[in-house]
């Protein structure tokens, strides 16, 4: 049985443990890329991702909001209506995120698996 030493089994960048301990989460990546575009109100950011609950979505947005990478407008109406948008620091995830959209076009467009040609 080989050893795995300590430069064997070193462990993961803090950086990068921070981003997937927030984009990690089920739904955030989604929030933040329907957000890209500019403020998008509650509902219809509910409509624009399917599946998602208000609850686990309203969970997400106080998340990103505490983070500081999204910001919570009240438009006074009537009627009273809320919108979301991303901060710089928000904006800022736009580069990263097309990226892994076009790793994804090639990596993952063969239903969600690795194409064989791909997994030498």
Known sequence: MAD???A???QADGGITRVFGLFGKR?????VATLMPGPVHFADLRRAIPGISERM???????L???GLVVRE?????????AYRLTEAGRAMEPAL???????ETYLADGGRCPE????
């Open 4 to 6: 795995h030493g300590e």
């Open 57 to 63: 979505l309203s969970d997400r947005l106080a998340e």
């Open 98 to 104: 097309q990226e892994l959209g076009r790793w994804a």
């Open 117 to 120: 040609r791909f997994r030498k």
């Open 27 to 31: 739904w955030t990546g989604l929030i």
């Open 8 to 10: 064997v089994c070193r």
């Open 65 to 67: 909001a505490a983070t």
């Open 74 to 82: 009240v438009d006074a109406g009537p009627p009273l209506r809320v």
